[in-house]
């Protein structure tokens, strides 16, 4: 990834796992978004409770606003909400076409599925620092 790429765009969602998908489909998720994201420019992390998903994505604004429809249409999540989006000044996980981790604060999700805008953004970055990426 170059320095040089368009403007960043950050997209923060969050969803639920579709009720009749197997957890197992979490790591198909995963893995496929990894090979798709790195060649889209896309970083970002995704965080599981064993119910819900939080996931932020960061790259070049029109392949981010593309996966997050792509991400909407996707019959594994149910009610995906946007709850932050905006322009980014520079890479969160610039090391990670998709970091992936689960959270241990089962109640953080759905608090955070509760917020929008700037709050949603400090709740994430809360829950961040409490992973271990």
């Known amino acids: 990834m ?12 969050v969803s639920t796992l579709a009720t ?3 957890l197992s489909v979490v790591a198909e998720i995963a893995g496929r978004a990894r090979i798709a994201n790195a060649q889209l420019e896309i970083t970002g992390l995704l965080i599981f409770d064993g119910q819900r998903f939080c996931q932020q994505l ?34 969160r996980f610039q090391h990670f076409s998709l970091a ?8 953080a999700l759905a608090r955070m599925e509760q917020l929008d805008g700037s709050a949603a953004l400090a709740a994430f970055e809360n829950v961040c620092e409490e992973l271990e990426l």
């Open 58 to 91: 960061e790259g070049p604004k029109k392949q981010v606003l593309k996966l997050i429809e792509r991400i909407r249409n996707d019959p594994r999540h149910t009610n995906v909400e946007v709850i932050h989006h905006g322009p980014l000044a520079g890479r």
């Open 2 to 13: 170059n320095d040089f790429s368009p403007a960043l765009y950050e997209v923060l969602y």
């Open 20 to 22: 009749d998908q197997p």
């Open 100 to 107: 992936f981790s689960t959270v241990e604060d089962e109640d």
